[in-house]
Nanobody, 123 residues
Framework: QVQLVESGGGLVQAGGSLRLSCAASGRTFSMRAMGWFRQAPGKERAFVAA????????YYANSVKGRFTISRDNAKTTVFLQMNSLKPEDTAVYYCAAREKWPTILTGSYDYWGQGTQVTVSS
């Protein structure tokens, strides 16, 4: 089992920045990828970004490309999402997720999920 805890959400004005963190514990050695997803009110959960835990390759949704950056720490226990140039449409609950399954498909299904952190961007 892998446990995930997000932090860093909050209220920010449009054009501002936030940095989300997600700390992993438990069977972290089994993780192949971690990702960020978001769910806005009345909408389905959507993919935001993901990172291959070993080769550090990344993938982004078109809506955030060039504004958001996903990274991880050297200890391989924390994933970050740096969000710049935030827009009101980025308002959502942001979830981090971890994937154990092989192969490492960044846009595939994930095995473990955090509880989410709220990000609100005011206009």
């Amino acid at each position: 089992q892998v446990q995930l805890v997000e932090s860093g959400g909050g209220l920010v004005q449009a054009g501002g920045s936030l940095r989300l963190s997600c700390a992993a514990s438990g069977r972290t050695f089994s993780m192949r990828a971690m990702g960020w997803f978001r769910q806005a009110p009345g909408k389905e959960r959507a993919f935001v970004a993901a990172i291959n835990w070993n080769d550090l390759s990344t993938y982004y949704a078109n809506s955030v490309k060039g504004r958001f950056t996903i990274s991880r720490d050297n200890a391989k226990t924390t994933v970050f999402l740096q969000m710049n140039s935030l827009k009101p449409e980025d308002t959502a609950v942001y979830y981090c997720a971890a994937r154990e399954k092989w192969p490492t498909i960044l846009t595939g299904s994930y095995d473990y999920w955090g509880q989410g952190t709220q990000v609100t961007v005011s206009s």
